[in-house]
C-alpha cells in the first residue's frame, strides 16, 4: 500500500488553464505538506496543514489554493497556470505538530509542465 | 531562517570506496535532521532520522550524525555499491514547527 500517494503523475497543460493536484496519506498523520521542486532540483515548502487547518503559506501566489477536505487529503488547485509554474510538485505528510521524532514521508511527485 | 547547505554537489566514486556526504545548516534550534534518497525521476525515500537528542544513526551501510552545536550532520556510506547512485538530500525540521528546510542535494554516482 502506498502511504502517500498523488495523482496524476504527470500533468500537462497549457497556460492559462486552471489544474488539480490531489493528494492522499494512508499512515493517520495530522499533517500535510506541499513542496515545490524547481529546475534546480531545489525542494521549498509551499503550504502545510495540520487537523485541516492551514499553518504554513510560504508566500505563494494566490493562484495556488491548497484545499484540505479532511485530514488524509491535500489537494492543490492552481489557476490561470505559467510558465513558470512547471516543476515537480510533492505532497508529504508527517504525525502531529513538530517532535523530535516527527518523520516526513513523501508522494511521488507530479511533474507539471506548462506549454 | 533556516538554511541547509550540502557539500558537494556532486561525487563520482568507484564502486567498493567509502565515502561522506556533508550537510550543514545556520539554526541549530532544530527538532531534528532527515537524510532522504532522490532516485531520477522519482520521489523522496526517507533513509535515516535524527532527533536533535541524538548524535548519530545507522541503517545497514548508512550511518548519520549530528552536531548541533556546529550545526553539521554526516551521512557516511559504506562500501559504496552502483545501486547507491542517486541524489542525496538533509533536511532539518523546525525551529518554526512544522517545516522542513532542504538542502539542494548532493548528486552521487558509483562508477562500478
Known amino acids: 500500500d502506498t502511504a502517500v500517494s498523488q495523482t496524476p503523475k504527470y500533468l500537462v497543460t497549457q497556460m492559462g488553464n486552471d489544474k488539480s493536484i490531489k493528494c492522499e496519506q494512508n499512515?493517520?498523520?495530522?499533517?500535510m505538506y506541499w513542496y515545490k521542486q524547481d529546475s534546480k532540483k531545489f525542494l521549498k515548502i509551499m503550504f502545510s496543514?495540520?487537523?485541516?487547518?492551514?499553518?504554513i503559506n510560504e508566500t505563494v501566489p494566490n493562484r495556488f489554493s491548497p484545499k484540505s477536505p479532511d485530514k488524509a487529503h491535500l489537494n492543490l488547485h492552481i489557476n490561470s497556470l505559467e510558465l513558470g509554474d512547471s516543476a515537480v510538485y510533492f505532497c508529504?505528510?508527517?504525525?502531529?505538530?513538530?517532535?523530535?521524532?516527527?518523520?516526513?514521508?513523501f508522494g511521488q511527485g507530479t511533474r507539471l509542465t506548462v506549454v | 531562517k533556516q538554511e541547509v547547505t550540502q557539500i558537494p554537489a556532486a561525487l563520482s566514486v568507484p564502486e567498493g570506496e567509502n565515502l561522506v556526504l556533508n550537510c550543514s545548516f545556520t539554526?541549530?534550534?532544530?527538532?531534528?535532521l532527515q537524510w532522504f534518497r532522490q532516485d531520477p525521476g522519482k520521489g523522496l525515500t526517507s533513509l535515516l532520522l535524527?532527533?536533535?537528542?541524538?548524535r548519530e544513526q545507522t541503517s545497514g551501510r548508512l550511518n548519520a550524525s549530528l552536531d548541533k552545536s556546529s550545526g553539521r550532520s554526516t551521512l557516511y556510506i559504506a562500501a559504496s555499491q552502483p545501486g547507491d547512485s542517486a541524489t542525496y538530500l538533509c533536511?532539518?525540521?523546525?525551529?518554526?514547527?512544522?517545516?522542513?528546510?532542504f538542502g539542494e542535494g548532493t548528486q552521487l554516482t558509483v562508477n562500478p
Open positions: 508529504a505528510s508527517s504525525r502531529g505538530q513538530a517532535q523530535t521524532n516527527t518523520e516526513a514521508f
Open positions: 499512515l493517520g498523520h495530522d499533517t
Open positions: 496543514y495540520n487537523n485541516k487547518e492551514l499553518i
Open positions: 539554526d541549530s534550534a532544530i527538532y531534528n
Open positions: 535524527i532527533q536533535s537528542s541524538q
Open positions: 533536511a532539518a525540521l523546525g525551529p518554526s514547527g512544522s517545516r522542513l528546510t
